[in-house]
């Protein structure tokens, strides 16, 4: 099956349903990063629309509950087959992986790409809130630094230095820069811009970065001058009582007044569609309440990124079941909803520079805002 068969709203069945059902390997193939910041346990493939998927991958009980198809090599290395059906272009290992800074770290240490065009790095590896045992019941932050997958702080010129080999190998189209949060009051930010001056030395390529709200929010004008083109502040949840629940340290600490507050005052230094946050789907939240929220931040310019929750091996909800497993048709008119919404608002992803949206390898928010511009026209 190819792009040209299939129309907007196919594809965003597809993609909805590949984030949230998934796909089984067999046993001998790569089925992903074990741990990390965002979404991890997953292969990045190219969809018919050419754009990205990062497809869970699900093994033993996990395939059963989520109902996982089949995702298969072809004779084609570079093409795999899902379901029996749909073939898709597999997001080939870069070069650059293989390569080392002068004292022996290896590039994939340091950033990987997300997607097939982003390059990410996580800058502090770790999380104030796992050490006072209230981190977010999602969140695998520590486990690849932990395993020697990576280091608990990039350096900044190793950083910049990466992002030189990945252009010069003409992969990535942006960079992403997320943080955990260390005990320190500027939320882990001065960190971020030290990493933002280091790249600016050598690429004008756009960043986006992502961290909490600072208490001072002066911090948010500073990264913007230091040349930051995008930023994330992530709410999690629309639902309070979900979000208490499943990220108790981010609830204590940061109300919506605060987030509302500190979105507000970053689009006066980021465009419209470049300050963003992640709402989850399927933590047993009231949808009425997320779409509420996607309305109220899409009308004022904040972009909603909508993906649904990936259990991940290692967090505290490795073998929970998300309220969407089973319900495919339930969750695609979740998505149409959205993409109305952003749709509405004039919000599309594909037109912003950076941030998980651009990317897109987690969300279905661009397919849907696809599907609601198609049956506008």
Known sequence: MTGNTMDAEEILRLKVRLLTEGATLSQDVYAGRKGGAGPVGGRYFILPNGRSVGIP????????????????????????????????????????YDLKTSDGISYSQIALLHGDRTLATTVYQS??????????KFCTIPLSQRSGATMIEKVPDHVAEVVIAAEKEGLIDDVLLTTG????????IESLIQVIEAIRKVSEIPIGVQFEPPV???????IANAGANAVGMHIESADEAIREEMCPGKHQYGPLDLYKRSWQYALDYFEKGHVSTFILHGLGEDTKKTLS??????EVGVMPIVAPIRP??????????PTYAGQLDESVEFYKEVGKILFQHGLNP???VAGCHRCGGCTPIQEAYDWAASISS
Not at 293 to 298: A, C, I, K, R
């Open 350 to 352: 594909k037109g912003t």
């Open 216 to 222: 001072d929010r002066e911090t948010i004008r500073d």
């Open 293 to 298: 929220l996607v309305g109220e931040l899409s």
């Open 127 to 136: 999380c104030r809130y796992w050490s006072h045992g209230t981190q977010c």
């Open 312 to 321: 991940s091996l290692g967090s505290q909800l490795a073998n929970y079941e």
């Open 57 to 96: 991958i699900r093994t033993g009980a996990q395939q059963k509950i989520f109902n996982s198809a089949t995702l298969v090599p072809t004779d084609d290395p570079t093409i795999w087959l899902y379901d029996d059906s749909i073939e898709m272009k597999v997001v080939p290992k870069p070069r650059f």
């Open 181 to 188: 949060t260390p005990e320190s009051e500027d939320m882990g």
